[in-house]
């Protein structure tokens, strides 16, 4: 059973730093999978924000390229995210995101993803 945990969401300053985690049960991230993080904030769509497929190539919504860095830790089989230079634009409930693919085209899509962890909120202040 595939199960996706996120942490390491919380309030900090504009230009400070975060580091999520998703920990990953029932398979291995190093299985080939396309995975990926999300946010949503009010109001608003969820949006992909970077993915790490199959192949180990990696994607960045540009609102978040050179400020956030995605990373797979085959060892403790957790899908990271650093955040550097937040920004209150970055505020909202991050979630992490598993496919069935190995990759795709559509990785900022959520009908990409088949299972999804209960998110964790990142808030940024001004």
């Known amino acids: 059973q595939v199960q996706l945990v996120e942490s390491g969401g919380g309030s900090v300053q504009a230009g400070g730093s975060l580091r999520l985690s998703c920990a990953v049960s029932?398979?291995?991230?190093?299985?080939?999978?396309?995975m990926a993080w999300f946010r949503q904030a009010p109001g608003k769509e969820r949006e992909g924000v970077a993915a790490?497929?199959?192949?180990?190539?990696?994607r960045y919504a540009d609102s978040v390229k050179g400020r956030f860095t995605i990373s797979k830790d085959n060892a403790q089989n957790t899908l990271d995210l650093q955040m550097n230079s937040l920004k209150p634009e970055d505020s909202a409930m991050y979630y992490c995101?598993?496919?069935?693919?190995?990759?795709?085209?559509?990785?900022?899509?959520?009908?990409?993803?088949?299972?999804w962890g209960q998110g964790t909120q990142v808030t940024v202040s001004s």
């Open positions: 995101a598993r496919s069935v693919y190995s990759r795709s085209v559509l990785w900022y899509d959520r009908g990409t993803y088949n299972f």
């Open positions: 029932g398979y291995s991230v190093s299985s080939g999978v396309l």
């Open positions: 790490v497929d199959g192949f180990d190539s990696i």
